[in-house]
């Protein structure tokens, strides 16, 4: 089934019949696609007119991409404790972590032991029932212990897959910490999922940089790597978070930016900006940031959606599908409105965002409007992400146009996790091939909803799990759940050959 979109005015194609099945207005259609797409950039960035000026605009982006992404490697790979080198030396006093923790049970290579009375290089590995795996989330501590505490490079690994690696001094903090992800942020999500097209249970994506003084985030530039892509520069609060302003969202091309002031983590108020160069003369890679002048009326700010209002600004545009993507008549056969690159985009970039309004499974089933709508989809944490009818055409809705790509079984493009600074957690469009401006953006509607689906069932199950048995480890019941689900399907993909075989069996009988 494809999506069928109305005549649009955040879209740059006009006059085409939404209906019309003639192959005159179809071909007239995907090469005005094309048409706009080679051209938009002469139009609208910044007064770029001639081919010199815009080579070199596009090698200094280039250049400030591979440049962003090397240094991100490089803190990726780099052993914290040589980041931190002799920071925290011969210093006294901080915030020690694991205070609440020394009265801990933990068990070290196999006994059970207080944590107060481990030492030397050892892993001391935590219970729900501990204050560090119920108030912290922690699962497991490997380093040197000490009688003062924690000494030297430590890795703490979260009940929920992710891990940090810090250096301690006499049980506090000093230096830069890095932590890590997974691809949708926590681990503990589908294994099967994993050998189709990424390691999704492994976590080797940075989730943030902080330096630490005594303890506590010191009050000096940071970063944090969302899911989808994007990444944020900022000061940290006491907990951590992104706060203050003169802060930094940089999208996934690493020049569209979202420049503003962020409290408690979540962007109160920005303008677009763009990213002009980097200083590498501090600890912590700056980005400069220039405002685009000719676009500070449009601010942006955090919109989470409700179950019935979609965005409070439904018509601000996102400034990087502005650049990125727009709609315009579906090459695809009865399908309405497509969407379609304005520039290329290689295999693994976000193509588009996808936002809507958001409830739980059974909400979306209440509704009728939601239960039956085409544009219904699975998001984070078993939510339901629809596009209500009122804002499927863009004049009533373009801040963001995810929605508008068709369904195609050969697909160039998926659905992934997106956290983004104005939406929150969405879903965004990842080009699973390399594509070239003007080209249709189509995604397999089935592929997402399969996981994300699923993964609404399972929790589901639990608590009915919960509520007849009383179980109340939920990461448990969770992995064991789809293990007990791969395994009951690689049975019946066993014995599919058999089944065949007894179909031609009784074919040739009958």
């Not at 490089?74 to 925290?88: A, F, N, Q, S, W």
């Not at 729900?128 to 119920?134: K, L, Q, R, T, V």
């Not at 890795?155 to 691809?183: H, P, Q």
Request: hydrophobic share 35%; charged share 25%; with cysteine.
């Amino acid at each position: 089934m494809q999506k069928k979109g109305g005549d649009t005015s955040c879209r740059l194609a006009s006059g085409y019949g939404r209906r019309s099945s003639a192959m005159a207005w179809k071909i007239l259609g995907v090469g005005a696609a094309v048409f706009m797409a080679l051209t938009y950039n002469s139009r609208e960035e910044g007064g770029i007119n001639s081919p010199v000026q815009k080579i070199e605009e596009q090698f200094k982006v280039l250049q400030i991409k591979a440049q962003l992404e090397a240094w991100f490697d490089l803190m990726r790979e780099t052993p914290v404790l040589r980041l931190v080198g002799k920071t925290g030396n011969g210093e006294k006093g901080g915030i020690r972590m694991f205070e609440n923790c020394i009265a801990d049970i933990v068990v070290v290579a196999e006994n059970t032991v207080k944590l107060i009375d481990v030492q030397g290089d050892a892993k001391a590995e935590f219970g729900d029932d501990s204050f560090c795996g119920n108030a912290l989330g922690i699962a497991s501590i490997e380093g040197v212990w000490d009688i003062g505490g924690l000494d030297g490079s430590v890795n703490i690994t979260y009940s929920d897959g992710r891990y940090m690696e810090a250096v301690f001094r006499r049980g506090v903090i000093w230096g830069i910490v890095k932590t890590f992800r997974c691809l949708y942020g926590p681990c503990n999500v589908w294994e099967e999922e994993a050998t189709v097209n990424h390691d999704i249970a492994v976590p080797k994506y940075l989730e943030s940089l902080i330096e630490y003084r005594a303890g506590r985030p010191a009050s000096r530039p940071a970063w944090w790597f969302p899911v989808g892509g994007g990444a944020i520069f900022c000061r940290p609060d006491s907990d951590g978070l992104p706060d203050g302003e003169g802060c930094s969202y940089i999208y996934p091309d690493r020049t569209t930016v979202l420049v503003g002031e962020w409290v408690s983590g979540r962007m109160r108020v920005a303008v677009e900006g763009k990213l002009e160069n980097l200083d590498n003369n501090e600890k912590m890679l700056k980005p400069e940031i220039q405002e685009i002048q000719e676009r500070l009326d449009r601010e942006y700010g955090y919109d989470l959606s409700s179950s019935t209002v979609i965005s409070s600004d439904p018509l601000l545009e996102d400034p990087f599908e502005q650049k990125t993507v727009y709609v315009a008549e579906s090459a695809l056969e009865n399908a309405g409105e497509g969407l379609f690159l304005r520039r290329d985009l290689a295999s693994g970039d976000l193509a588009a965002l996808y936002n809507g309004v958001r409830m739980s499974e059974s909400e979306a089933r209440i509704r009728k409007d939601d239960r039956r709508s085409p544009y219904r989809i699975h998001g984070w944490n078993s939510d339901v992400l629809n596009i209500p009818t009122s804002s499927q055409d863009t004049e009533t809705y373009c801040a963001t146009l995810g929605h508008k790509a068709n369904h195609a079984k050969k697909a160039n493009s998926e659905y992934r996790y997106v956290h983004h600074p104005r939406f929150g957690e969405i879903v965004g469009l990842f080009m699973l091939e390399d594509a070239v401006a003007g080209q249709e953006v189509v995604v397999d509607y089935g592929y997402i909803e399969k996981f994300m689906a699923t993964e609404a069932g399972i929790n589901m199950m639990l608590e009915a799990a919960q509520a007849m048995s009383g179980i109340t480890n939920k990461n448990e019941f969770k992995m064991e759940m789809k293990r007990t689900i791969g395994y009951v399907r690689d049975k019946v993909n066993d014995l599919k050959p058999f089944l065949n075989t007894f179909k031609m069996a009784r074919n040739f009988m009958s």
